[in-house]
């Protein structure tokens, strides 16, 4: 009985085996020349973000006059606070604070400046609402256009950055920070964090959203940002009190000030 035992085992083994070898036909071959490195390579670039996904955050006010927007962003600041402010689609200024990862901890902190006085009314803005993650989840949409249109909202306003160094070259970050995160990407506030930040793209493979960098004041010490639009232009603040406008990367200073280019999608 063993020995029967054992041939039956023997047998199902050698023919487990043999179906395992690869058949003798001719396999006709493939007519699109493909490079598994490349391949590779392109899938590890289109799935890395280098930006963390914004969580659940406060919004408050609804500004017609800037000056009123600009003086809350600094009241929250001066208590530890990363706000911003930030014009809607409507015409007014609203502003953001906190970065929670949950529900519950943006309402403490909400209700918590409301107490003192500091805010009125407010909502929590979700993640599931910023356009990363509609974009994510529906699969339709494109979020670099989705980018460059939030900084399109600034043209022509002069954007008063409460930033951290406003005398060298900070305010700019300012723009380009607030219009990450309105769509749900935690970009660094200056702009020396936000070029360490990302990934270097040449300048002649720039695409609508990317961040161009400059060194305004000499030498390679970035102190300069923008957001690239297209069509080798790009939006920027220039400097508190100036107006947002569109510069084209081909003017004499900003081609000479150039320092490189910075891709987070």
Known sequence: MRQSSALL???????FLCSCVPSS??????????????????????????????????????????????????SLAQRGVDAYYFRHESGLYKVR?????NYSAARNEAENFQ???????????????YTAARIQRSGQGDLRTELVVTAQRFLGTPYRWGGEDRNNGFDCSGLTMVSYRLNGLNLPRNSRAQ??????VAKKNLQKGDLVFFATKGGKRVTHVGMY???GKFI???????TVRVANL???FFKKTYVGGRSYL
């Open 250 to 252: 081909s003017n004499k």
């Open 236 to 242: 920027h603040a220039p400097r508190t009190g100036k």
């Open 115 to 129: 107490r003192q006085g500091v805010i009125d009314h407010f909502f929590i803005v979700i993640p599931d609402n």
């Open 25 to 74: 036909r001719t396999i006709a071959p493939s007519t699109v020349d493909t490079d598994p490195i490349s391949e590779i390579l392109q899938d590890v670039a289109s799935s890395t973000s280098s930006l963390s996904k914004m969580g659940f955050s406060v919004q408050v006010g609804a500004f017609s006059q800037l000056d009123n927007a600009v003086r809350l962003e600094q």
């Open 229 to 231: 639009i297209g069509s």
């Open 97 to 101: 604070f906190g970065n929670h990862r």
């Open 195 to 200: 070029f360490k930040t990302g990934r270097g």
């Open 9 to 15: 085992c023997c047998g199902l083994i050698l023919s």
